[in-house]
Every structure is written in structure tokens, then in C-alpha cells.
């Protein structure tokens, strides 16, 4: 029998698959994630740990964590983790591919249209009263319906976005490190490079992982290439977006809006500048955010801990 630190309530039945497995199973009792120290003690505490991608581990917390044998985190992405620092102290590290990426893809759909037609901020004025009669110049918005999307990120939730756009029968590019043949064959996508999806999309959905490469690639010089009638989308990371420069842009009125469901950091302070833009959507991280797919996420994570507390290879490797 193991201990098995949770650092937040989860969805589903994982919880009692670990118990059943004959686990301890140990759950952070709050909404917001352990504190630094907290999270320290806890994986100093157990054998293994399931962790969101907000909870950040770190090498220190590694040192002190001898009995840590694998570290399962409930996300595709692992930039909360350093696998390598995991593995030269022979920690698993594990992910969760494969279950999230046509609910991450509907979010990112959902995030495209809100902002196009003004859903958001008409809402909000009507619910302040703004609805006193039918005006033909009102929240105008832009058509989604045959206009041109740029995916950033090719990769299962960049493709999902592209066969969601044929439905609206959009022209679809993409860029990513390398191109994929069958998949412009088979979603009807054009490769091209950043700097040409930026100047000819009038959406640009962000479908990348956060790395040295990635980094505040969207940045002053990138918005200074869209069209200032152009939105952007971001359901990857924050940090793949330069914020300081999507302020400056939206200031400037160098694009039409941006529709966010992560920044920098998380969350967002009511005080940051985007909260004041209009024409900004901001969704607190949850394109994964679904009963079923958040379960599943569960399910994963839980069975990675259960083969390598058993002395077998995990399902998902990361490290």
C-alpha cells in the first residue's frame, strides 16, 4: 500500500479506483491549489502524486521527496514539470494524450464565435439594461461563415479546430515545425509559414505546447502582421503569447479582439488591463473543462500511478 497525494478534488471514479488498488489516497482539501511549501510536504509525504498543470514541482520539491515514484499529471502539457530533473532522480512522469483534444477544440470553436459576434458584451449589456430597442448598427461583429482561420499548432486539438472549421467552410492554413501532408489532404488545410497565416487569417487559433521554442511567440511583431480586423484565440498556454504586446495591440486597435481561455498568470488579476478591453473574452482555463473528459483525464492519471507503484512501465510516459 501507497500514499497517493491529489492536489485537488477531481471528477469521476479515480479516486476509488487507487483505493480499490489498495492506495492511501490523499486529497488537497481546497479549490485553490497547495501552496509551494504545502505542495513540498505533501509529495515529500507520498509515492506518488496526481498533479494539475498549475501545480508547479520543483526540483527542490523532488529532492525532498525520496518514496516519490511517479508524478501523474492530469493535462496533455508538462511545463509544471521538468521530466528530465524527474528522471535523473528516477521519478515517472506521465500525461494524459488522447482525451481532450475534440472537448479543448469545441472550447476553441466557442471562444472564436463568442468574440467574432460580440455573444459576450452583448450579453452583459443587455443584462445591465443596454437593451432598449433593435438598432441595425449594434454590436456588429464579423462573419465567421467562409473566412479565412490560421491554426498555429497542428498537432490532435489543431486538427480538431481545422475540422470545425470546414463545417463553416473555412479556408484553414496552419503552421507548425513540420508540415503533415495527410492531414492537408484530409482536412483541405494549406501550410505556410507564421509570418503568411498571420497576414491572411482573420482568426488565429493557438493550438501549440509551452516550450523554449514557443515562448512569447505571439509577440509586437507578430500583431503588427495580422489584420487589424483579425481575433485571436489562445487555448494552449498563456505564456505563448507575449501579454504586454496583446495589450499594446489591442490598445492600438492593431487587431479587432482576442478570446482567451489562458494567460499570464492564472488566474488573471481583476486589475490587468485585459479586463477592460470590449472586444476581450477571458474563460478561466477550462477548454478541457467537461464531466466526461475530465473524468477520463482522471482515469488516466490514476491508472499511470496504479502500473508504476506496481513496478510496471506507465501507459503515458512522458520522461
Not at 125 to 144: E, H, I, K, N
Not at 276 to 287: D, K, L, M, Q, R
Amino acid at each position: 500500500m501507497a500514499n497517493v497525494f491529489i492536489t485537488r478534488a477531481i471528477p469521476g471514479g479515480a479516486v476509488e479506483t487507487l483505493r480499490s488498488a489498495g492506495h492511501e489516497v490523499d486529497i488537497w482539501p481546497e479549490a485553490s491549489p497547495p501552496p509551494p511549501e504545502a505542495l513540498a510536504a505533501k509529495l515529500a509525504a507520498s509515492a506518488a502524486a496526481m498533479t494539475m498543470v498549475v501545480d508547479r514541482v520543483t526540483p527542490a520539491m523532488l529532492d525532498g521527496a525520496p518514496d516519490l515514484k511517479v508524478v501523474a499529471n492530469m493535462a496533455v502539457g508538462y511545463d509544471n514539470i521538468d521530466p528530465a530533473e524527474a528522471a535523473s532522480r528516477g521519478i515517472r512522469v506521465t500525461n494524459t494524450p488522447g482525451v481532450l483534444a475534440e472537448t479543448t477544440a469545441d472550447m476553441a470553436f466557442a471562444l472564436l464565435m463568442a468574440a467574432a459576434r460580440n455573444v459576450v458584451a452583448g450579453d452583459r449589456d443587455t443584462r445591465a439594461g443596454g437593451w432598449t430597442t433593435w438598432s441595425p448598427t449594434g454590436f456588429l461583429g464579423q462573419d465567421v461563415f467562409r473566412a479565412t482561420l490560421g491554426v498555429v499548432g497542428l498537432g490532435e486539438i489543431g486538427e480538431a479546430m481545422a475540422r470545425r472549421a470546414r463545417g463553416f467552410e473555412m479556408r484553414v492554413l496552419y503552421a507548425s515545425r513540420t508540415r503533415k501532408l495527410e492531414a492537408e489532404d484530409r482536412l483541405g488545410c494549406e501550410f505556410m509559414p507564421l509570418e503568411a497565416l498571420l497576414q491572411q487569417s482573420d482568426f488565429v487559433s493557438l493550438h501549440t505546447p509551452l516550450n523554449a521554442e514557443t515562448r512569447g511567440m505571439i509577440g509586437s511583431r507578430e500583431f503588427s502582421l495580422m489584420k487589424r480586423s483579425a481575433i485571436l484565440v489562445n487555448t494552449a498556454r498563456g505564456q505563448v503569447v507575449d501579454q504586454a504586446a496583446l495589450i499594446a495591440a489591442l490598445r492600438a486597435g492593431a487587431i479587432a479582439g482576442a478570446a482567451l481561455d489562458v494567460t499570464d498568470p492564472e488566474p488573471l488579476p481583476l486589475d490587468n488591463p485585459l479586463f477592460s478591453f470590449p472586444n476581450v473574452v477571458i474563460t478561466p482555463h477550462i477548454a478541457s473543462a467537461s464531466l466526461a473528459t475530465r473524468s477520463k483525464m482522471a482515469d488516466m492519471a490514476a491508472a499511470n500511478i496504479i502500473e508504476v507503484l506496481a513496478g510496471r512501465p506507465p501507459i503515458n510516459p512522458v520522461n
